[in-house]
Each structure stands twice: as structure tokens, then as C-alpha cells.
């Protein structure tokens, strides 16, 4: 099983601020197989980013991804207040799909 | 408008099983495969199975093996999540997503079931 680590626990930011977080991999996972989420308190999470690099639809373009092989990051250019909630990252290319333990963005 | 709509809340003795269903509306049913993932308390996403809703293929968690079985019933476009031999540590918020096929991301997902399991 590929366990997946995102760095850090949590994020304080303000809004307008860059935000970036982390999640490595205990294995290599291809890109095409990494995916980002957002959830916030009380609902489901919501795709962000799949395929490392590729904005699911309706997505902001103030969400990127990047990264290969075990070390992939979501940036997010300039937070808006909407924005601070918590994101995962998930691998699907290998089974089980597993999913990073989160990092909470708030509010500084 | 593509939706994903759950069964109500449930609370459950140890033991017991329980059943948790997925209405899907706005996409063809059988084109997609359908994923359960459960989130415990303060816990991460844990995936648990899916289901190919067109050919019926299935496959679960090694974590779950024994215990999950998930089924489909094209004609209501609705999946079937059923965890039996409940432990208090079975509760947790119970989500289906869909994916384009097992290898894909969850870009729909369903609002959760909230699963209690308490003596």
C-alpha cells in the first residue's frame, strides 16, 4: 500500500497570500494518478486536481498542481476566503487508493 | 446536473450490518464506476471498494475483504454499500464517489451517510 504524507499539519495564512502544500509519497506514483481535494467542515470532499497538473472543471486557475514521482504539491497563488479548509491528496494508480492525512489551511 | 444522493444517517449495534445506498442522476449509470470511502472521526479518507457500474466488476480493501460488499441495480441507477459484523470503530461518515473507470479521480461525490455504531 502506498502511504501518503502531506506536510504541513497545518497551514495558517492570510487572504491573497500564496499557499503551498506538500505531499510525498512512500513509493513512486505517476502522475497521471495523483489527485488533490478539498473539504470543508460538514461536506463532501471536492476534486480540485487530478492527473498532478490538471484543474477538474470549474476549478479556479489559483489552483496548480505539480510534482513527480513521491514529492507532489498543490499551490494555491493568492488564498481566498473560501479557500481555508482542509485539502488531501489521494493516489489512484495503485490499489488501494490511498489518501494523505490532510493539511488544514486557516485563517491566520 | 450530475448528483450522487445518499440513505439517511443509521445507527447500529455491534454485530449488526448495514446498508448504505447511492442514487445517481444526470449521467448514464453504467458508464462510470461507482467507489465507497469512509472518514472516520478525525481520521483520513479510507477507500473501501468500487463497483463497474455497467459490467458489474467489483473490487475491495483488502482492509474490508470479508466484510463490504457492494452491488448496483442499473435499472434504479443506484449502488448498494453493505459493511456487516459492525465494531464501534465501523463509525464514521460513509461517502460514494463516481471515476470515469477504477484508475480515475472521484469527481462526484455523493453528501455521506453518517454511520453510528454504539451497544
Known amino acids: 500500500e502506498i502511504v501518503l504524507t502531506q506536510s504541513p499539519g497545518t497551514l495558517s495564512l492570510s487572504p491573497g497570500e500564496r499557499a503551498t502544500l506538500s505531499c510525498r509519497a512512500s513509493?513512486?506514483?505517476?502522475?497521471?494518478?495523483l489527485a488533490w481535494y478539498q473539504q470543508k467542515p460538514g461536506q463532501a470532499p471536492r476534486l480540485l486536481i487530478y492527473?498532478?497538473?490538471s484543474r477538474a472543471t470549474g476549478i479556479p486557475d489559483r489552483f496548480s498542481g505539480s510534482g513527480s514521482g513521491t514529492d507532489f504539491t498543490l499551490t494555491i497563488s493568492r488564498l481566498e476566503p473560501e479557500d481555508f479548509a482542509v485539502y488531501y491528496c489521494?493516489?489512484?494508480?495503485?490499489?488501494?487508493?490511498?489518501f494523505g492525512q490532510g493539511t488544514k489551511l486557516e485563517i491566520k | 446536473q450530475v448528483h450522487l444522493v445518499q440513505s439517511g444517517a443509521e445507527v447500529k449495534k455491534p454485530g449488526a450490518s448495514v446498508k448504505v445506498s447511492c442514487k445517481a442522476s444526470?449521467?448514464?449509470?453504467?458508464?462510470?464506476?461507482l467507489h465507497w470511502v469512509r472518514q472516520a472521526p478525525g481520521q483520513r479518507l479510507e477507500w473501501m471498494g468500487w463497483?463497474?457500474?455497467?459490467?458489474?466488476?467489483?473490487e475491495y480493501s483488502q482492509s474490508f475483504q470479508g466484510r463490504v460488499t457492494i452491488t448496483r441495480d442499473t435499472s434504479a441507477t443506484t449502488a448498494h454499500m453493505e459493511l456487516s459484523r459492525l465494531r464501534s470503530e465501523d463509525t464514521a461518515v460513509y461517502y460514494c464517489?463516481?471515476?470515469?473507470?477504477?484508475?480515475?479521480?472521484?469527481?462526484?461525490w455523493g453528501q455521506g451517510t453518517m454511520v453510528t455504531v454504539s451497544s
Open positions: 513509493q513512486s506514483v505517476s502522475s497521471t494518478y
Open positions: 444526470g449521467y448514464t449509470f453504467t458508464g462510470y464506476t
Open positions: 463497483i463497474n457500474a455497467g459490467n458489474g466488476n467489483i
Open positions: 492527473g498532478a497538473f
Open positions: 489521494q493516489q489512484y494508480g495503485s490499489s488501494p487508493a490511498t
Open positions: 464517489a463516481s471515476s470515469g473507470n477504477a484508475q480515475a479521480a472521484f469527481d462526484i
